[in-house]
């Protein structure tokens, strides 16, 4: 089946008007200024801030 009418090239470009990729937001690292994604640790030298505190579950020995 084919459609009924033709699709222009404006409403087809409407359409896709918010498949656009959004850029990523990069912040800086404070000890040695690497860019690294937000609340993540730095991939040059690793540092995580120190006031974030992880609470881990026990381990059970057996």
């Not at 084919?2 to 912040?27: G, I, Q």
């Not at 640790?41 to 801030?49: R, S, T």
């Amino acid at each position: 089946m084919l459609p009924a009418k033709k699709t222009s090239k404006t409403r087809t470009r409407t359409r896709r008007s918010h498949h656009a990729l959004k850029p990523t937001n990069y912040s800086y690292c404070p000890h040695c200024g690497q860019a690294k994604l937000p609340h993540a640790a730095c991939g040059k030298c690793g540092y995580v801030n120190p006031k974030i505190t992880l609470k881990m579950g026990q381990e059970s020995e057996e």
